[in-house]
């Protein structure tokens, strides 16, 4: 079992920063490959950001030149660098994470969301 811990949320105005923080843990072994969601009030979730184990990076139009996604393999945590927002980035961002892990000697591959953090972004 896998759990995700996001953080970093908060209010802000048109054009502020913001850092969310996704921390994985877990009572076994695993690899993680972690990605960033967000859902907006009255739409469906939708794909930010991701990366990858060797550090390659994926992003929605939409956020690219104005989000960066880094992460810290020691800490199992990855990170959603947000600048320049904007009110359509108002929602509630989850982490998800493609995990494999070891159990009773054998990997096993799941998916694993954290409960999310709340952007608000005000004009």
């Known amino acids: 079992q896998v759990q995700l811990v996001e953080s970093g949320g908060a209010s802000v105005q048109t054009g502020q920063s913001l850092r969310l923080s996704c921390v994985a843990s877990?009572?076994?072994?695993?690899?993680?490959?972690m990605t960033w969601f967000r859902q907006a009030p009255g739409k469906e979730r939708e794909f930010v950001s991701d990366i990858g184990r060797d550090g390659g990076t994926r992003y929605a139009d939409f956020v690219k030149g104005r989000f960066t996604v880094s992460q810290d393999n020691a800490k199992n945590t990855m990170y959603l660098q947000m600048n320049g927002l904007k009110s359509e980035d108002t929602g509630m961002y989850y982490c998800?994470?493609?995990?494999?892990?070891?159990?009773?000697?054998?990997?096993?591959?799941?998916?694993?969301w954290g409960q999310g953090t709340q952007v608000t972004v005000s004009s």
């Open positions: 877990s009572d076994t072994i695993c690899n993680h490959k």
């Open positions: 998800t994470s493609n995990s494999t892990c070891l159990k009773g000697g054998t990997w096993f591959k799941s998916t694993f």
